[in-house]
Structures are given as structure tokens and as C-alpha cells.
């Protein structure tokens, strides 16, 4: 029987399955601690999980003119992400067709083409290689131009959200996402929608689930660990973060889902926008909402929150990712964004509401990073493989689902770690697959 981190390097791949098979155990709410401090486990991880599912890399509206492009990672991996003269956006593998090097090693800009800094192959931002310095005199007619086009990377989108995918046999982006659709739909379709500014990043020393696990399911840490928010007077009371839904979908995702909400916390004048681009449960949804906290699995969260500025309720939208870089490393990537269609000063309200709240220098980004640092060192002990230490995921497991206007499983408070579960559980899914 395994007794340390060190037997589960020396064990075969299989018998790594069998032993997370055996020790993970998501729907009686057993978690292991060394699931988030485990360098084989984060390896399989890498492979099992990274390299199959869709993994976003962007939003459409960070290369909005012909000719933008940007540069991504897809698990690791440098992506050119391009939009060309009909609009259409194309990822390309980062490397170039002759000898390997990296293309492109801007973060974004606007170019037609690129020109390899090694030996000065020039491709189009559709892929096709068009210029070879020389060529005629070096290679004479050997050389077919058509052959040596960029490699394309699989890249699909839902409503300006772009995911890309090493998988060749992913199912389409759509039928991963289900149902969740619906409450993405308000978060990033409720209206046609812009980032602002460049991405913020910022590296926080944690294993990368504890960011998806925070914001998938886990309102009941919002109480104390962000308490001195309700001390300020920034939010009603301590337990505000207990009203509302908590609701998961097949796939790993969930959400919570804060409600009711006296005040409309969004611009008014988009009213009728909002009502063209949801169903009308959809509207009422956004209409009552307080704050909406979610996770795409794998990693990528987002968040609807409100924050008194200047007297006035408002609201401000992010998405973010959790970006792997280790087993106790992570990149936090957030993109905050708005309706394209609101007033400038409303924009800017919100932009100081976000900054205020979640950002590297907001109030409850510091109190999260914390805590996520925390565990993860704990994690790395030998203590967690000596004493076979579990995590407690046993919360709301006594509570039965309740009907929900929109799909999917739904409990009628935050306070249950039921879409913590259910993330654990695809996780355990594609990891022993
Ligand atoms: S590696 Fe790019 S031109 Fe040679
Ligand atoms: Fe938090």
C-alpha cells in the first residue's frame, strides 16, 4: 500500500489510475490533500486533462480589426491567434515550417504577416508561407511553398469566448459546454461585450485547482475570509454570500448564483438589448441577480459582482484563468469586461469597481491568493501520503435538488460543495480514462 509521494513516481501509469481510482471518491465527498501537491499527479494532469478538453485562450474582442493577432498559451504551448481580412480568426502553432523557431514573440499588435527572426521565412496571417529569402538561388525548384504552410491548431468560439484544444477527437465546443451555455449566455451573451485594456496577470504560488474548486462551488469561505468587506459596509452582511443557487452540469462545470437583488446593478439603457440577446428566464435571471461566481471546467472562472461606487450599485464582469505553470504555481490571467454598448462613465464605473475588488491590488483577489498559497504548501508534505489525509467535500451531501428555472442541478443556497463534486468527479473521470 502506497505510504509516500515517492512510491507513487515509482508506480506505472496504471497504477497510478487504480491509486486515484481507489483514494478519490468525489461522490461520498472524499478529496485527498495530495491531489493539489503531487508532481505525478499534476504530470498526468498535463496529459489526461490539458491536452484533451477545450482550454480557453481569448476573448474575440481583443483583436477586433483585420490584421490583430495575439499570442497565447494552449496548456503550455505558444498559439498565434490571428484575425484576417473576413474576419475569420485562426490559431496557428507558434513555430515556424522551416526549422522550428518561434514565429511570433510579441503579446499582440496588428500584422498582415510574420516574419521568422531566424532565417527570415515570411507567412501570411492565414498561414500561408509566402516569402522564402532567396529561395530561386538556395533551393532552386525544390522547394514547394504550398507544403510549408503554419500549422493550424483546432480553435472554436461561444459567444466571443475562444477556446482552443490539442484534441483532435474533442467534441464540438458546444456539446462540451451543454447546458452551461445557459448561464454563460449572462455572463458573456447577455449583450454584445468588449474587453478593456490588456489582461491582468499576476503568478500566485498555488496548485491551479484551488482557483477552479474556489469559484466552481465555494461561497462558504466568502463569509470569513473576505469578512472585512461586510465590516466596511462594502456589502450588506456577513452571510450575503448564503442566499441564492448553487447549480452544476455535466462536465465539471458549475456556478453560484447570488440572488435576489433589489437594485438593477447594470446600465439601464441596454434594457432592450439584454432582452434581444436572452430568453426571457434568462432576463429574469440577470434581472434579480446579486453577484454570479462560476467555473468552465477546467479553469476558467468568471464573476459577476456588484460594488457600491460613488452611492450607486454597479456591476462589473470578469472572466479569469488559472493557468498551470507547476504543481504549486499558477498564472492568474483576468480579463474584465464590459458592454460595448454602455456610456463611457459607466464603463469606467465599473472598471473601478472591478479593480476595487478583484485585481492583483483588489480587496478580495489578496484575501483568496492567501489562502491558496497556504494549501497548496500543506499539500506538499509528506503528511497528506503518510496519513492518507482527505480533504472534507461532505457539505449539503444530506440536501435533494430543487426545480430551477434554468437547467442543470440546483441546490436552493450557496452553502453546499455539491458542484465541488461534481468538478472532482470529470476531473477523476478524464484523469482514469
Ligand atoms: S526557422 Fe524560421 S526561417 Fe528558419
Ligand atoms: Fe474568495
Same mark, same amino acid.
Request: net charge negative; glycine share 8%; with cysteine.
Given at each position: 500500500?502506497?505510504?509516500?509521494?515517492?512510491?507513487l513516481?515509482?508506480?506505472s501509469?496504471?497504477?497510478?489510475?487504480?491509486?486515484?481510482?481507489?483514494? !478519490?471518491?468525489?461522490e461520498e465527498?472524499?478529496?485527498?490533500a495530495?491531489l493539489?501537491? &503531487? *508532481?505525478?499527479?499534476?504530470? #498526468? @494532469?498535463?496529459?489526461?486533462?490539458f491536452?484533451?478538453?477545450?482550454?480557453?485562450?481569448?476573448?474575440?474582442?481583443?483583436?477586433p480589426n483585420t490584421?490583430?493577432?495575439m499570442?497565447?498559451?494552449?496548456s503550455g504551448y505558444?498559439l498565434?491567434?490571428?484575425r484576417?481580412?473576413?474576419?475569420?480568426?485562426?490559431a496557428?502553432?507558434?513555430?515556424?515550417?522551416?526549422r522550428g523557431?518561434?514565429?511570433?514573440?510579441a503579446?499582440k499588435?496588428?500584422?498582415s504577416?510574420?516574419t521568422c527572426?531566424?532565417?527570415?521565412?515570411?507567412?501570411?496571417n492565414t498561414?500561408?508561407?509566402v516569402?522564402?529569402?532567396?529561395q530561386?538561388?538556395i533551393?532552386?525548384?525544390n522547394l514547394?511553398?504550398?507544403?510549408?504552410?503554419?500549422?493550424? !491548431?483546432k480553435?472554436q468560439?461561444?459567444?466571443?469566448l475562444i477556446?482552443?484544444?490539442? &484534441? *483532435?477527437d474533442?467534441e464540438? #465546443? @458546444?456539446?462540451?459546454l451543454?447546458?452551461?451555455?445557459?448561464?454563460?449566455?449572462?455572463?458573456v451573451g447577455?449583450?454584445e461585450?468588449?474587453?478593456?485594456?490588456?489582461?491582468?496577470?499576476f503568478?500566485?504560488?498555488?496548485?491551479?485547482k484551488?482557483?477552479?474548486?474556489?469559484?466552481?462551488?465555494?461561497?462558504?469561505h466568502?463569509?470569513v475570509?473576505?469578512?472585512s468587506i461586510?465590516?466596511?459596509g462594502m456589502?450588506p452582511?456577513a452571510?450575503y454570500?448564503k442566499?441564492g443557487?448553487?447549480?452544476?452540469?455535466?462536465?465539471?462545470h458549475?456556478?453560484?448564483l447570488?440572488?435576489p437583488?433589489?437594485?438593477?446593478a447594470f446600465p439601464?439603457?441596454l434594457i432592450?438589448?439584454?432582452?434581444?440577446n436572452?430568453?426571457?428566464?434568462?432576463?429574469?435571471?440577470?434581472?434579480?441577480?446579486?453577484?454570479?461566481?462560476?467555473?468552465v471546467f477546467p479553469?476558467?472562472?468568471?464573476?459577476i459582482?456588484?460594488t457600491?461606487?460613488?452611492?450607486k450599485l454597479?456591476?462589473?464582469?470578469?472572466?479569469?484563468?488559472?493557468?498551470p505553470?507547476g504543481?504549486?504555481?499558477?498564472?492568474?490571467?483576468?480579463?474584465?469586461?464590459?458592454?460595448?454598448?454602455?456610456?463611457k462613465?459607466w464603463?469606467?464605473?465599473?472598471?473601478?469597481?472591478?479593480?476595487?475588488?478583484?485585481?492583483p491590488?483588489g480587496?478580495f483577489?489578496?484575501?483568496d491568493t492567501?489562502v491558496?498559497?497556504?494549501i497548496?504548501e500543506a499539500?506538499q508534505g509528506?503528511?497528506?501520503?503518510?496519513?492518507?489525509?482527505?480533504?472534507?467535500y461532505?457539505?449539503g451531501?444530506?440536501r435533494e435538488?430543487?426545480?430551477?428555472?434554468?437547467?442543470g442541478?440546483?441546490?436552493?443556497?450557496?452553502?453546499?460543495?455539491?458542484?465541488?463534486?461534481?468538478?472532482?468527479?470529470?476531473?477523476?473521470e478524464?484523469?482514469?480514462?
Open positions: 500500500m502506497l505510504k509516500t509521494d515517492q512510491s513516481k515509482e508506480m501509469k496504471d497504477q497510478v489510475v487504480n491509486y486515484l481510482n481507489e483514494s !478519490v471518491k468525489p465527498g472524499v478529496i485527498p495530495y493539489l501537491g &503531487n *508532481q505525478t499527479v499534476y504530470d #498526468l @494532469e498535463h496529459e489526461k486533462v491536452l484533451k478538453t477545450w482550454i480557453f485562450v481569448g476573448h474575440e474582442s481583443e483583436i490584421g490583430d493577432f499570442t497565447r498559451e494552449l505558444s498565434i491567434i490571428t484576417d481580412k473576413e474576419g475569420e480568426i485562426r496557428f502553432y507558434n513555430m515556424c515550417t522551416h523557431m518561434k514565429l511570433c514573440r503579446d499588435g496588428n500584422k504577416f510574420f527572426p531566424y532565417h527570415g521565412y515570411n507567412f501570411k498561414g500561408e508561407l516569402g522564402v529569402p532567396l530561386k538561388d533551393y532552386g525548384e514547394d511553398r504550398s507544403e510549408m504552410g503554419l500549422h493550424q !491548431v480553435l468560439s461561444y459567444k466571443g477556446f482552443g484544444t490539442w &484534441n *483532435q474533442a464540438p #465546443l @458546444e456539446e462540451f451543454g447546458d452551461f451555455k445557459w448561464y454563460l449566455d449572462i455572463v447577455r449583450a461585450m468588449e474587453v478593456i485594456g490588456a489582461p491582468q496577470r503568478i500566485v504560488n498555488s496548485n491551479w484551488i482557483g477552479s474548486d474556489n469559484f466552481v462551488g465555494d461561497s462558504y466568502t463569509m475570509t473576505h469578512g461586510a465590516k466596511l456589502v452582511n452571510t454570500s442566499r443557487f448553487q447549480i452544476h452540469t455535466e462536465n465539471g458549475g456556478l453560484n447570488g440572488t437583488n433589489p437594485d438593477f439601464e439603457e432592450d438589448e439584454y432582452k434581444n436572452l430568453s426571457e428566464e434568462q432576463f429574469e435571471v440577470l434581472s434579480n441577480l446579486k453577484n454570479m461566481i462560476g467555473n479553469n476558467l472562472s468568471f464573476l459582482s456588484h457600491k461606487i460613488k452611492g454597479i456591476s462589473n464582469t470578469s472572466i479569469r484563468m488559472w493557468r505553470l504543481v504549486n504555481k499558477m498564472e492568474v490571467i483576468a480579463w474584465m469586461l464590459v458592454e460595448k454598448n454602455a456610456h462613465e464603463k469606467d464605473r465599473s472598471r473601478d469597481s472591478f479593480i476595487l475588488t478583484f485585481s491590488s480587496i483577489e489578496q484575501d492567501e491558496f498559497t497556504d497548496t499539500a509528506p503528511m497528506p501520503f503518510q496519513k492518507k489525509l482527505n480533504y472534507n461532505t457539505m451531501l444530506h435538488p430543487v426545480e430551477f428555472i434554468g437547467p442541478v440546483a441546490y436552493n443556497d450557496k452553502f453546499t460543495e455539491a458542484a465541488q463534486r461534481n468538478f472532482y468527479k470529470y476531473w477523476l478524464l484523469m482514469t480514462k
